[in-house]
Structure formats: structure tokens, C-alpha cells
T-cell receptor
């Protein structure tokens, strides 16, 4: 039972490079989320997908794009990485019914130099 | 004013102490309240979940919600070194709706010494 799987776990990028963070869940959850976590800032929502085929902006969407590829997978793309995007990125999912919380992945530590 | 305020600590206590962690919020529409625990270099994991006002107990953990004061608390009894982690409060106005995003506090770092 893998839960939420994020790849890669670590990445170093040069300014201006692009990359895609991958997230997959095997719990048949409807909703998926991307957060970034920075010291002193807590968890901030980047984008979310309420259900397959829909995506919405969160609190800090600038510089990012997302794709809900299917019900299982939700990817986050940085088109032109900037040092300000150095952070730990977490993917999360939830069923979206009743009183259920998020299940988080283990995170991707991204450094942009 | 941030929607959710949480003292980042750090909070250091001896083993066996009672720990009180707190969050305040400004949005009166919030009615679903959660506490997450995050160990170093790990993702957050759901610890407690409460709806509206009242108390909920699970082993050594008790979550309290006071909607009139817009204040939530997590109490840890008989704290253990394994409780050393960052605790994040989270809340939303409509927890059951698909896609509803949680608003998180910044987290309080707790250290329990043996």
C-alpha cells in the first residue's frame, strides 16, 4: 500500500531550467494538491485538482503549471526555475467526501542555483 | 492578519510533561479542524480530526475546538521523546466538498527530552 508517491526525492536545478515533479496515489482519491513548504512560511497551496479533468490555482501559483493526467497522477511543472522556487514540495490527496484529511507524500527537496 | 496563526516555538519539555499546542483563526466559516504531525524530512501525517466545537480524545492526544473564541488546541499527555516533531494545525470551511483546500498554520516544533 504505497499511498502517495512523489518523484524525484531530491533535485538541483540551474536557474532557467525546467522540470516536472511527479505525484501518484493509489487510494482512488478524487482530489489532489501541491503545496510548498518553506521555513517560517508553513505549507502554502500552489495548485489543486478537485477531480480528474479540473485544476485550480492556490495561494502561490506563479511560475508553476500542473496537469491532472488521470485520476491517479498529478504533476507540477516549473517552466523556468528561479532561486525563489527552492523549497520542499509536497503532493497530497484526499477522497473529498465526508470528514477525511489529506494523505501526503514524502516530499521533493528542490534547490535552484 | 493571517487566516491561521500558530506559534512556531520551539517548545522544549521533559518526558512525561503535558504539552499544549494552539492555533487561532479569523475565518468564522471554518468548521473542520485537523492536527498533523510532521517528523523531520517527512511528509505531514494526520493526527486528529474534529468537526465544529468540542473535544475529541485519542489515546494521549486531545483536540479541543472553541469556535466562539476561534481557538483550537492539541494536548499531549505523558509526552514521549517520540512525540518530538512539528505539529501543524489545519482547517477548512467545507471539509466534505471535493477539492476543498486546507489552510495550514506554520507549525510548532516540539522537542521532548528524556
Amino acid at each position: 500500500n504505497a499511498g502517495v508517491t512523489q518523484t524525484p526525492k531530491f533535485q538541483v536545478l540551474k536557474t532557467g531550467q525546467s522540470m516536472t515533479l511527479q505525484c501518484a496515489q493509489d487510494m482512488n482519491h478524487n482530489s489532489m494538491y501541491w503545496y510548498r513548504q518553506d521555513p517560517g512560511m508553513g505549507l502554502r497551496l500552489i495548485y489543486y485538482s478537485a477531480s480528474e479533468g479540473t485544476t485550480d490555482k492556490g495561494e502561490v501559483p506563479n511560475g508553476y503549471n500542473v496537469s491532472r493526467l488521470n485520476k491517479r497522477e498529478f504533476s507540477l511543472r516549473l517552466e523556468s526555475a528561479a532561486p525563489s522556487q527552492t523549497s520542499v514540495y509536497f503532493c497530497a490527496s484526499r477522497m473529498g467526501q465526508g470528514m477525511d484529511g489529506y494523505t501526503f507524500g514524502s516530499g521533493t527537496r528542490l534547490t535552484v542555483v | 492578519q493571517k487566516e491561521v496563526e500558530q506559534d512556531p516555538g520551539p517548545l522544549s519539555v521533559p518526558e512525561g510533561a503535558i504539552v499544549s499546542l494552539n492555533c487561532t483563526y479569523s475565518n468564522s466559516a471554518f468548521q473542520y479542524f485537523m492536527w498533523y504531525r510532521q517528523y523531520s524530512r517527512k511528509g505531514p501525517e494526520l493526527l486528529m480530526y474534529t468537526y465544529s466545537s468540542g473535544n475529541k480524545e485519542d489515546g494521549r492526544f486531545t483536540a479541543q475546538v472553541d469556535k466562539s473564541s476561534k481557538y483550537i488546541s492539541l494536548f499531549i499527555r505523558d509526552s514521549q521523546p517520540s512525540d518530538s516533531a512539528t505539529y501543524l494545525c489545519a482547517m477548512s470551511a467545507a471539509g466534505g466538498q471535493a477539492g476543498t483546500a486546507l489552510i495550514f498554520g506554520k507549525g510548532t516544533t516540539l522537542s521532548v527530552s528524556s
